[in-house]
């Protein structure tokens, strides 16, 4: 059996050789469009994570502190970074 070795340089041609006639047809707006809101969604989740990432760091430390008033407000906060959390979500699966 005859192996060929493929380079990184033929292995990239031949992918653009198949990627070539979806994304240069007529009627991709939508595909892009598609594209766009995924990744707008993904940077969302991933913003959404970060803050409550920080959330979690203030909640513990205002808990370890006992520092009442700033633990009622950050338990406040809690509900709207999950609903917008559970928003983009829902939303990206939908999208999917």
Same mark, same amino acid.
């Given at each position: 059996m005859i192996t060929i070795p493929i380079t990184l340089r033929m292995l990239i041609a031949k992918y653009?050789?198949? /990627?070539k006639p979806f994304w240069l047809r007529k009627n991709n707006k939508t595909s892009v469009l598609l594209?766009?809101?995924? !990744?707008?969604?993904? /940077?969302?989740v991933v913003k959404i994570q970060v803050w409550l990432n920080d959330?979690?760091?203030d909640f513990f430390n205002? !808990?370890?502190?006992?520092?009442?008033d700033k633990l009622w407000q950050l338990v406040l906060w809690f509900p709207a970074l999950l609903g917008i959390f559970v928003l983009i979500s829902v939303n990206k699966n939908?999208?999917?």
């Open positions: 653009l050789c198949l /990627l594209i766009i809101i995924i !990744l707008a969604m993904i /940077l969302g959330w979690n760091n205002a !808990l370890s502190q006992k520092e009442t939908m999208v999917n």
